[in-house]
C-alpha cells in the first residue's frame, strides 16, 4: 500500500511569511508525529497526535508554530512569520499507536527561508 | 528527559567487511525501545532494526544486529558483509512515542 506522503517536496519562501506543510499518513494508523531535521543534524521532535487524544505539543520551539489533524487523518503543519532558523526538513511520521510501534516515515518537506 | 548519543560522525568499510556503529543514551523512562534508522541521499527514513529494553536478547535482523548493554546505556549496531547499499546516514533513537534521534553516524561503504 500508499506509504507516507508529504507535500510540497521542497518549499522556499521569504522571511515573515507563513507556509503550510502536509501529511498524508498511512491509511488506519493512528498516530502521527511531525519532527524538524535541521542540516548535518538528527531529528527533532515537534508535535505527535494519537486518535482523538489531545496532541502532544511539547516539541513546538515557539508559539509560531502550530499543527492540527483534521478527521484523524491528514495533517498540515502550519509555520507562521517564518524565520532563517526555521529552515530545515520537515519530516512526519506514523504508526499504529503510539507506544513503541514502528514509525514509518514520509519523504519530507525541505523548507528554505530566505 | 532523554539524550541519544552517537560518537561517530563519519564511519567507513570495505565492502563485503563488518562495521560497528556505536550508540549510548540516558532516558528515565523503565519502559523505552531502541530503533536504529537508515537515512539514504533520499531523505526517506527507514527502520533498521528494533529492541525492546526488557529483553535481554539482542535483535537480529539479517546481516544487522546489536549489541544491547542495559546498564552501560550503550546500543551498538554491527553491520555484516557490508555492501554498497548500505552507504547512508544512520541514526540511532530511543523513546516510545516521542523519539529522541542521535546526531547521525555518516557511513561510507567503499568497493
Known amino acids: 500500500g500508499a506509504g507516507v506522503s508529504q507535500s510540497p517536496s521542497n518549499k522556499v519562501t521569504e522571511k515573515g511569511k507563513d507556509v503550510e506543510l502536509r501529511c498524508d499518513p498511512i491509511?488506519?494508523?493512528?498516530?502521527l508525529y511531525w519532527y524538524r531535521q535541521s542540516l548535518g543534524q538528527g531529528l527533532e521532535f515537534l508535535i505527535y497526535?494519537?486518535?482523538?487524544?489531545?496532541?502532544?505539543k511539547s516539541g513546538l520551539p515557539s508559539d509560531r508554530f502550530s499543527a492540527e489533524r483534521t478527521g484523524g487523518s491528514v495533517s498540515t503543519l502550519t509555520i507562521q512569520r517564518t524565520q532563517q532558523e526555521d529552515s530545515a526538513v520537515y519530516l512526519c511520521?506514523?504508526?499504529?499507536?503510539?507506544?513503541?510501534?514502528?514509525?514509518?516515515f514520509g519523504p519530507g518537506t525541505r523548507l528554505t527561508v530566505l | 528527559a532523554q539524550t541519544v548519543t552517537q560518537s561517530q560522525p563519519e564511519m567507513s568499510v570495505q565492502e563485503a567487511e563488518t562495521v560497528t556503529l556505536s550508540c549510548t543514551y540516558d532516558?528515565?523512562?523503565?519502559?523505552?525501545?531502541l530503533f536504529w534508522y537508515k537515512q539514504p541521499p533520499s531523505r526517506q527514513m527507514i527502520l533498521v532494526i528494533r529492541?525492546?529494553?526488557?529483553?535481554?536478547q539482542n535483535a537480529t535482523e539479517n546481516r544487522f544486529s546489536v549489541n544491547f548493554q542495559k546498564a552501560a546505556k550503550s546500543f551498538s549496531l554491527k553491520i555484516s558483509d557490508s555492501q554498497l547499499g548500505d552507504a547512508a546516514m544512520y541514526f540511532c533513537?530511543?523513546?516510545?512515542?516521542?523519539?529522541?534521534f542521535g546526531e547521525g553516524t555518516q557511513l561510507t561503504v567503499n568497493p
Open positions: 532516558t528515565s523512562e523503565s519502559d523505552y525501545y
Open positions: 511520521a506514523s504508526s499504529w499507536a503510539t507506544g513503541h510501534n514502528e514509525q514509518f
Open positions: 529492541q525492546e529494553a526488557y529483553k535481554q
Open positions: 497526535f494519537q486518535g482523538n487524544s489531545a496532541p502532544d
Open positions: 533513537a530511543s523513546g516510545g512515542s516521542r523519539l529522541t
Open positions: 491509511s488506519g494508523h493512528t498516530a
